[in-house]
């Protein structure tokens, strides 16, 4: 194997692909890249057992080839090698078959130890039952309101995930971790001729996130071995879907909360990042009175506190109730209308937020927040 590129054009795609890989890898097949060089095009290859991921980069070279290397320590020193063009090459050594793979360039000689490779990266052997385009804007739009609710609770894989609920016209995605939710639903052709619900993994969106840019995603499910295929640009991931099943959602959203207040966004989450810093256990109270809205907090041990009053629009009874603080700064922050739109019941009972006011897009977007209990 012999080919030459420039050294940001391989970092780049060797970044894209170790993305797959796991942070700690029992198997060494999970802890390496297999490079697969077919004349001027180079295909970089990763996996961890349940995500896999190739992707393409063009090169110059006239040999057909293939070689596994360490990921970490490939990416490392691509990562300290200065900007230039570099020659890369792979040999079998003589006495035990294994291969040297050595790069060169204008300064110097380097060389880290490789294997053959026989990875199979065909990522055949699916059996799609719906396939669909999606715009790249849209899908990473539609991930980022949604993949911070996810949970991280080990004990909860579905809820590690996030639920897609495929119409034949429509995506409905829903994110939870028991104390919050986000509510997303998207005007899309699927091409699924009932509702399909499926989970997809929080690591594999999060991959996709990072490396969508511009023009569409193809998106294909098989429903039969559980897996979806993403394909973008020069890319392809292949992903197992979470096998548990969602819980019902719709049950913890709140029908009746007769209480509703208006309120400005932006000044509405920037008290709350100020006014949290002075909380002993990072919630915020809110007095809700008559078109006005304290948000206040304290550290007793430490004999501190603030409070801030805003205008608001309500018009119900006084109530106080309680949040925590990281939990409304984020929904504020994924919510890119000028107003908020808040609903209560009681101090014990679900908030709904959903945005009002101008919009940047048509997404219908509700989402839930547990509150805490306060000490009055």
Do not use: W
Request: proline share 3%; charged share 25%.
């Amino acid at each position: 194997m012999k080919f030459t590129s420039p050294i940001k054009t391989l970092t780049e795609a060797v970044n894209s692909a170790v993305l797959a890989l796991p942070p700690k890898a029992a198997d060494v097949r999970y802890e390496s890249i297999s490079l697969q060089l077919d004349r001027n095009k180079l295909s970089l290859f990763a996996t961890d057992g349940d995500v896999s991921l190739i992707t393409h980069t063009e090169v110059e070279s006239e040999d057909k080839s293939t070689v596994l290397l360490n990921a970490k320590k490939f990416q490392d020193i691509l990562r300290n090698m200065y900007d230039t063009i570099a020659v890369f090459k792979a040999e079998k050594k003589e006495l035990d078959g294994d291969m040297t793979f050595s790069i060169k360039t204008d300064r110097g000689d380097y060389r880290i130890s490789g294997t053959a490779d026989g990875t199979d990266t065909s990522l055949n052997g699916l059996n799609f039952d719906i396939s669909f385009a999606i715009p790249a804007k849209e899908l990473s739009g539609l991930i980022d309101k949604t993949l911070f609710a996810a949970s991280t609770d080990g004990m909860r894989p579905a809820m590690m995930g996030v639920l897609f609920e495929l119409e034949p016209s429509r995506i409905v995605s829903v994110a939870t971790d028991g104390h919050r939710l986000v509510k997303v639903s998207k005007k899309q052709e699927t091409g699924a001729k009932q509702k399909m619900k499926i989970v997809i993994p929080a690591r594999v969106l999060g991959i996709v996130q990072k490396l969508v840019e511009d023009g569409d995603v193809a998106i294909s499910v098989d429903t039969n071995q559980l897996r979806i295929q993403f394909v973008f640009g020069k890319t392809t991931i292949v992903a197992s879907l979470i096998s548990e099943n969602y819980p019902n959602y719709e049950a913890v959203i709140p029908l009746e909360n007769d209480k509703r207040m208006l309120v400005n966004r932006a000044n509405f989450s920037g008290t709350v990042k100020r006014v949290a810093r002075f909380s002993s256990r990072g919630d915020v109270r809110l007095n809700i009175d008559t078109d006005s809205l304290k948000v206040s907090a304290e550290n007793a041990d430490e004999g501190a506190s603030a409070e801030e009053v805003l205008t608001c629009d309500y018009k119900s009874e006084s109530i106080m109730i309680g949040f925590n603080s990281q939990f409304v700064e984020q929904a504020l922050n994924h919510i890119d209308s000028e107003e908020v739109d808040f609903e209560f019941s009681s101090p014990t009972r679900a908030t709904l937020l959903k945005p009002t006011g101008e919009r940047k897009n048509d997404d219908e977007i509700l989402m839930l927040i547990m509150p805490v209990r306060i000490n009055i």
